[in-house]
């Protein structure tokens, strides 16, 4: 199975900054990496895929970047909603896996 | 718009089976893609589970395929999980989710049940 390591576990942030949550998969995956939002009592959101291919509905605040082993997910000006636990996850190969997860919180 | 939503019991005892359904609606489960059941563990991990797709065919995630079974009910556009011989390190929040035929990302979730191990 391919070994996600997402960085880091934990961030804290004020509304308007912006910050950066990485991704490194044990060996290539191309571009085929997805990027999801989970907040408590909520269906999990899909942000982007194929790494970079923004999910509709999704703000332009988010992007994706990186290709091969390494990856990006880039949050700019955070807004309120935004804080909350995100994932990475492989969709290259089967079976799909899945990032440590990145827990945002409000400084 | 699509909707998945988990149900199914809360506690399960260490030995037996746990059994979970996710009704779907705003969608047919017999047309495109595949239905898929994701779990996290506490301690935040995801593991994917395994997906029964339009046509009724299964794949499971080597580390489950012994112990697990997902089947579907077209009528009520509701598939299900079943665990066999469960322990305390089932215990987890599981969720259903959709993908497409031809990608293996997620784009429709349930909010998920938290099921406990326990005797």
């Known amino acids: 199975d391919v070994q996600m390591t997402q960085s880091p576990s934990n961030l804290a942030a004020s509304p308007g900054e912006s910050v950066s949550i990485n991704c490194k998969a044990s060996k290539s995956i191309s571009k085929y990496l997805a990027w999801y939002q989970q907040k408590p009592g909520k269906a999990n959101k899909l942000l982007i895929y194929s790494g970079s291919t923004l999910q509709s509905g999704t703000p332009s605040r988010f992007s994706g970047s990186g290709s091969g082993t390494d990856f990006t997910l880039t949050i700019r000006n955070l807004e309120p909603e935004d804080f909350g636990l995100y994932y990475c996850q492989q969709h290259n190969e089967y079976p799909p896996t899945f990032g440590a997860g990145t827990k945002l919180e409000l400084k | 718009e699509v909707q998945l939503q988990e149900s199914g019991p809360g506690l399960v005892k260490p030995s037996q089976s746990l059994s979970l359904t996710c009704s779907v609606t705003?969608?047919?489960?017999?047309?495109?893609?595949?239905w898929n059941w994701i779990r996290k563990f506490p301690g935040n991990k995801l593991e994917w589970m395994g997906y029964?797709?339009?046509?009724?065919?299964?794949n499971y995630n080597p580390s489950l395929k012994s112990r697990i079974s997902i089947t579907r009910d077209t009528s009520k556009n509701q598939f299900f999980l079943q665990v066999n011989s469960v322990t305390t390190e089932d215990t987890a929040t599981y969720y259903c989710a959709r993908s497409r035929i031809t990608t293996h990302y997620f784009d429709y979730w349930g909010q998920g049940v938290m099921v406990t191990v326990s005797s």
């Open positions: 029964i797709n339009n046509a009724g065919s299964t």
């Open positions: 705003g969608y047919s489960i017999t047309s495109s893609y595949r």
